[in-house]
């Protein structure tokens, strides 16, 4: 469970970050990071 609320708090801090972005390969990157996140996050979800 408190892997799942790190990942949670890094997913939040991650859309921060996204909301700041003007510059398109970081607004890639961090766009590839929220995708892998709510994989990590559907994952753990689903092992529950």
């Not at 859309?15 to 709510?38: G, H, K, N, Q, S």
Request: proline share 2%.
């Amino acid at each position: 469970m408190d892997e799942l609320r790190e990942l949670y708090e890094k997913y939040k801090t991650e859309w921060e970050v996204f909301d700041d972005l003007e510059e398109p390969d970081l607004i890639d990157a961090c766009i590839y990071r929220l995708t892998a996140m709510e994989a990590q996050i559907r994952a753990i979800r689903s092992a529950m």
